[in-house]
T-cell receptor
Framework: GAGVSQTPSNKVTEKGKYVELRCDPI?????LYWYRQSLGQGPEFLIY????????DSGLPNDRFFAVRPEGSVSTLKIQRTERGDSAVYLC?????????????FGPGTRLTVL | KNEVEQSPQNLTAQEGEFITINCSYS?????LHWLQQHPGGGIVSLFM???GKKKHGRLIATINIQEKHSSLHITASHPRDSAVYIC?????????FGTGTRLQVFP
């Protein structure tokens, strides 16, 4: 079956612009996670959803970042007034349940470059 | 100090060598994951451990909860094993990741 997909694969934007990054999880997976990976670093937790609700958004760096999952499937990560420091690979993962004993399935990531 | 530390940061090996990658953590965890990341970003989950040892093919993962330490071993390494190996610990409701170990296996 289809894995986790993310679009776009690459996004180049100018400082100050608004961007949306999309994640399509594996069908039936109730848990969805967003991570950010800077060059040479491990992924960093941003937010996770259990169903439609954000169960933990404590990793979002500031109020310019927001994520939604209105129907409990596709999720969108939204970044307002982008800054150069937002440049990173944004990874999405899904899991059957929000239980750390379950494997997380990762998407290929969206590489965001803010000029 | 990072909550999850991996060593070494970089590792080169000749094909056929036995590889060990180490992960130490400083927080109480419910589980530990080993992940593999190939160039271009794709991450694949290799193991999830909460105790003891797991084996899958040429890969073996061990964890010592008391010592807060885990190791990933690769037997009979092959150039296709070249990737970044990442340790991640499940702490409260989050995964905390190490910075990864970049492995290159030469023929």
């Amino acid at each position: 079956g289809a894995g986790v997909s993310q679009t776009p694969s690459n996004k180049v934007t100018e400082k100050g612009k608004y961007v949306e990054l999309r994640c399509d999880p594996i069908s039936g997976h109730t848990a969805l996670y967003w991570y950010r990976q800077s060059l040479g670093q491990g992924p960093e937790f941003l937010i996770y959803f259990q169903g439609t609700g954000a169960a933990d958004d404590s990793g979002l760096p500031n109020d310019r970042f927001f994520a939604v999952r209105p129907e409990g499937s596709v999720s969108t990560l939204k970044i307002q007034r982008t800054e150069r420091g937002d440049s990173a690979v944004y990874l999405c993962a899904s899991s059957p349940q929000a239980d750390w004993y379950n494997e997380q399935f990762f998407g290929p990531g969206t590489r965001l470059t803010v000029l | 100090k990072n909550e999850v530390e991996q060593s070494p940061q970089n590792l080169t090996a000749q094909e056929g060598e036995f590889i060990t990658i180490n992960c130490s953590y400083s927080v109480g965890i419910s589980a530990l994951h080993w992940l593999q990341q190939h160039p271009g970003g794709g991450i694949v989950s290799l193991f999830m451990l909460s105790s003891g040892k797991k084996k899958h093919g040429r890969l073996i993962a061990t964890i010592n909860i008391q010592e807060k330490h885990s190791s990933l071993h690769i037997t009979a390494s092959h150039p296709r094993d070249s990737a970044v190996y990442i340790c991640a610990v499940a702490y409260t409701d989050k995964l905390i990741f190490g910075t990864g170990t970049r492995l290159q296996v030469f023929p």
